[in-house]
């Protein structure tokens, strides 16, 4: 495997299910995030982790539990979603924490989450 | 209020055609710049970035961008459209030292034959 990766690529879960996404990168990077992307909606940061520490949480609701147990993995527990939070879910990269210095972010294919 | 916008939400344009997709930003300095393209089911795919220097990057699949300060844009170019080209397009910015990267509502290009 190459590049960032993330499983399941699909997944259909009811309201009260719990469920992991999960995300691997094999760039030996030491950053990674999570992004929500909703329909017409920009592309939301939700999590950001560097060298295994959370370093930013932009407001994300409590029923998602980010994990980072290590530089290349990266996981989002999901427990009691709502609807509204049927989505696509992409994981990135990078070598350096974005903004600290001439770096870009590496996107896996996303998880397509459908919360029934 | 750091923003991105693309002020075209859909695009349609001949093959063969030329083609420019619009970005502005809002913010006092001058952030990193990026141009992401995303096909149906896929993730997104850098294009290309500026950092400094050079304001005309060059990027894979032919694709330019054109960074201008005074208008606070970043406009992605490319002077012939192939039919493979049709997917959405992000313009992202990073604002140094912030750990955020600020998306575009994204462009939909479509190609006609």
């Known amino acids: 495997e190459t590049g960032v990766t993330q499983t399941p690529r699909h997944l259909v879960m009811g309201m009260t299910n719990k469920k992991s996404l999960k995300c691997e990168q094999h760039?030996?990077?030491?950053?990674m995030y999570w992004y929500k992307q909703s329909a017409k909606k920009p592309l939301e940061l939700m999590f950001v982790?560097?060298?295994?520490?959370?370093?930013e949480n932009n407001s994300v609701p409590s029923r998602f539990s980010p994990e980072c147990p290590n530089s290349s993995h990266l996981f989002l527990h999901l427990h009691t979603l709502q609807p509204e939070d049927s989505a696509l879910y992409l994981c990135?990269?990078?070598?350096?924490?974005?903004?600290?210095?001439?770096?870009?972010?590496?996107f896996g294919p996303g998880t397509r989450l459908t919360v029934t | 209020a750091q923003s991105v916008t693309q002020p075209d939400i859909h695009i349609t344009v001949s093959e063969g055609a030329s083609l420019e997709l619009r970005c502005n930003y809002s913010?006092?300095?001058?952030?990193?710049l990026f141009w992401y393209v995303q096909s149906p089911g896929q993730g997104l795919q850098l294009l290309l970035k500026?950092?400094?220097?050079?304001?005309l990057v060059q990027g894979i699949k032919g694709f330019e961008a054109e960074f201008k300060r005074s208008q606070s844009s970043f406009n992605l170019r490319k002077p012939s459209v192939h039919w493979s080209d049709a997917a959405e397009y992000f313009c992202?910015?990073?604002?140094?030292?912030?750990?955020?990267?600020?998306f575009g509502a994204g462009t939909r290009l479509t190609v006609k034959p």
């Open positions: 760039l030996g990077h030491n950053a």
């Open positions: 992202a910015v990073v604002f140094y030292n912030n750990n955020d990267m600020r």
């Open positions: 982790y560097n060298f295994k520490e959370q370093t």
């Open positions: 913010y006092g300095a001058t952030p990193y």
């Open positions: 500026y950092f400094s220097g050079d304001t």
């Open positions: 990135a990269s990078s070598q350096e924490l974005i903004g600290q210095g001439y770096d870009e972010q590496y």
